[in-house]
C-alpha cells in the first residue's frame, strides 16, 4: 500500500515557491498535538521520496526518521556515509521499483515530495491519501496536485479537525 | 459580506475542463441531502457571477435563483426579458462595484463562478469560504483558486462530513 500524508494550504500548495515549510507552524497549536504523525509513521514500513526532498530532509540533524528511506532519483550515485544503513537509492520506472520494495518486505510506503506524489497518481500508484489542510490561501506555491490524464475516485474514511484549524481527512482509493 | 459557496475536487477543480459538472452528481446520496445549500441561501441577499456563469444558468428551465443575480461582464449589454427583474449587468471596478450593489440593500453576497471568485480574492474581497470537497481527483479542469500575489489567512469555523464522503469546511476571513 502507498499512502500520501501531507498539509496543504487551501488553495493546495504544499510550500512556498522557495521550498519553504515556515508557514504550516504559524497556527495555534496549544496542546502541541503532532496531528497524527506518529500514529501514521508507526504503521508505515518504508518512505519513497524524491532527490529533492531528500536534499532538504538530510540537512537535518538530527536524521528525522526511523523507518528505512528509499531515494528515487537518477543523478543520485551515493548517499551520505553515516546513512549507508537508513538510505537507500532506487531508480527506474516506478511500478517496478515498488515491486522491487515489496520484495524486500516494505509493504506500506510513505510516498513524500510533490514531484514523487505526483509521479505516483499518474500511474495509479496512491492507495490512501491522507490530507491535513490548513487555514490559509498561500497564493502561490509548489501544489500537491498537477494536470494528469487519469480521474481516480476515492472513499473517504475519516476526518478529523484540530486546533488551529487545521482538517485532516482521510481517504482510500475506491477498488 | 462576500462568500464563496462551492464544490470542489480534490485536485482543487470545480469542473471539468469543459465546464462539465456531472462528476457532481456521481457520489452517493441516499437521504438526499442538499447539502446545506438552501439554508445557506436563505441568508443570501444577491449573487455576483461573471458572464460564463451567467451564460450557463440562463439556459435552465426555471431560472434556478430567487434572489437578485448580478452578472459582472463588460460585453453582455442587456439580459434577456423574462429576466429583466431578476438579473442586473454590473461593469467596471470590483470594489466600486460590491460598494454599488451593497447600497442598493444587497450585503451578504454569494459570489460565483471559477474567474469571478479569483478576482474577488486578488482583491482580498471574499469574506467566507464554505467548500465542500469531493472525494475524487478530476486530473484536470477549470481550478477553484489561480495563483495570486496575495496570501490570506482564514479562521476554520466548521467541517460536516455527508454520505459519499463530501467534506463541507467554512472558514471565515481572520480579521
Chains 1, 2 share one sequence.
Not at 517496478?96 to 514523487?116: F, H
Not at 496512491?126 to 497564493?139: F, N
Request: glycine share 6%.
Amino acid at each position: 500500500m502507498n499512502s500520501v500524508y501531507i498539509a496543504i494550504s487551501l488553495d493546495g500548495y504544499i510550500a512556498t515557491p522557495e521550498d519553504g515549510l515556515e508557514w504550516l507552524n504559524t497556527f495555534p497549536n496549544p496542546s502541541d498535538s503532532d496531528y497524527g504523525y506518529h500514529e501514521f509513521m508507526d504503521r508505515v514500513d518504508a518512505l519513497v521520496m524524491g532527490r529533492k526532498t531528500f536534499d532538504i530532509v538530510s540537512a537535518f540533524d538530527p536524521w528525522p526518521y526511523t523507518k528505512k528511506v528509499f531515494v528515487l532519483s537518477r543523478s543520485l550515485k551515493e548517499v551520505p556515509a553515516v546513512l549507508v544503513d537508513q538510505v537507500e537509492i532506487v531508480t527506474g520506472d516506478i511500478s517496478a521499483v515498488v515491486k522491487k520494495i515489496n520484495r524486500q518486505g516494505y509493504n506500506t510506503l510513505y510516498i513524500d515530495g510533490g514531484q514523487t506524489i505526483q509521479a505516483f497518481l499518474k500511474k495509479n500508484l496512491i492507495d490512501e491519501l491522507i490530507i491535513s489542510k490548513l487555514p490559509i490561501i498561500l497564493g502561490e506555491g509548489i501544489p500537491l496536485f498537477t494536470p494528469q490524464d487519469l480521474s481516480i475516485k476515492f472513499e473517504h474514511c475519516s476526518t478529523e479537525v484540530f486546533e488551529g484549524g487545521l482538517v485532516k481527512s482521510h481517504y482510500k482509493k475506491l477498488k
